[in-house]
């Protein structure tokens, strides 16, 4: 294992990257998270810094008939641009049709999912179900390319399995094709998420093309970025669960990148204002049913570890109604604000 740099100087090894026509100057990227990073999620995290926001994962089809769905998966905040859309499916020709749709919407990049582990995509032949069958991933990458003008990248998993690591073959198929940069989860797709991520394998992929590197999975904090860049030598990193009830942790992971510095996290009473933000913007993209039901996630993530934050969990995940669950929130913020502070800790 190499050993990770100092965490008192910014990392060498990271700085600005191309992906075809846009530059990202500093590669820490946000993950596409299906139910987690909407449009009010991904804005949040912008604003604290981010190098690059992809959206939720969404299906050709569905992005074809312009579902309801998809269009709110596909909406992005002007502060966010610019945005990469992800794409899902088995199709060439629908995977062609709905990347035209997105760079007609002003999609910056658009990235093919050939990674998500869940059964309902993977029995679909889609996400990284493609893994196992490298003629139809080629046959998709090959469409998508030539259907936009706009960088075409790809998220994939090391493999199907363990017998079969087949990532580094296929992003040089992708890049062969034309696609501008390959993230790699550091997981088997029957590994799903269980396990360790193994930052070390990304490397057979970053020596096997010339395009960026993203490394994924498992990094939760800059003591992981540091030793993540250096087991896998990739270019960047991306951030997925690491960030839930964090918005502001790629921010912090870029400035240390950058500086070398530790930025801390925001006080009680900026993580308030920002989980009542965050609550009403998810309450006008949604709608009021939709949005207090998809919200609960985000209230346990921002509450956990504070004193009384499992009764108050418990008890805010049975209210429908968003003024109550706004009066709830106040109720139980109000007394920890008036206490001592608690110590802020930086990733």
């Not at 073959?169 to 390959?182: F, N, P, S, W």
């Not at 418990?314 to 206490?339: S, W």
Request: hydrophobic share 45%.
């Amino acid at each position: 294992m190499t050993s990770p740099q100092p965490l008192s100087t910014p990392h060498p090894a990271v700085g600005p990257i191309r992906v075809g026509n846009i530059d990202i100057a500093m590669p820490v990227i946000l993950a596409p998270m299906t139910g987690v990073t909407d449009m009010p999620f991904r804005t949040l995290v912008r604003r604290y810094g981010s190098g690059l926001n992809v959206t939720e994962m969404i299906a050709s089809p569905a992005m074809i008939r312009e579902t309801r769905q998809s269009l709110q998966k596909a909406a992005w905040h002007p502060l966010e641009e610019p945005v990469s859309l992800q794409l899902a499916g088995c199709n060439p020709d629908e995977m062609a049709e709905a990347a035209k749709l997105n760079e007609q919407r002003g999609a910056a990049i658009i990235d093919i999912n050939m990674g998500c582990p869940v059964k309902k995509v993977v029995n679909g032949d889609a996400g990284s179900a493609l893994m196992r069958v490298p003629k139809l991933a080629a046959a998709l990458i090959k469409a998508t390319v030539e259907a936009v003008s706009v960088p075409v990248t790809v998220k994939m998993r090391m493999g199907w399995d363990h017998d079969s690591l087949n990532a580094p073959e296929l992003a040089h198929i992708a890049e062969d094709l034309g696609a501008k940069m390959i993230t790699v989860h550091g997981r088997t797709r029957c590994q799903m998420y269980r396990g360790s991520a193994d930052w070390s394998f990304v490397r057979s992929v970053k020596d096997a093309v010339s395009v960026p590197v993203i490394v994924n999975g498992d990094i939760t904090s800059i003591e992981d970025v540091a030793t993540a860049l250096d087991q896998s030598g990739a270019d960047g990193v991306m951030i997925g669960r690491g960030c839930y009830g964090r918005p502001w942790l790629l921010g912090q992971m870029m400035h240390w990148l950058a500086t070398g510095e530790r930025r801390a996290d925001p006080s009680l009473a900026e993580q308030y204002a920002l989980i009542v933000e965050h609550y009403r913007a998810m309450l006008d993209h949604y709608g009021e049913m939709t949005g207090v039901n998809l919200a609960r996630k985000h209230i346990g993530w921002y509450t956990k570890g504070l004193t009384g934050s499992a009764e108050f969990r418990n008890a805010v995940n049975q209210v429908p109604a968003a003024a109550k669950v706004l009066d709830m929130l106040e109720a139980f913020y109000t007394p920890l604000l008036a206490g001592p502070a608690p110590a802020q800790a930086a990733a």
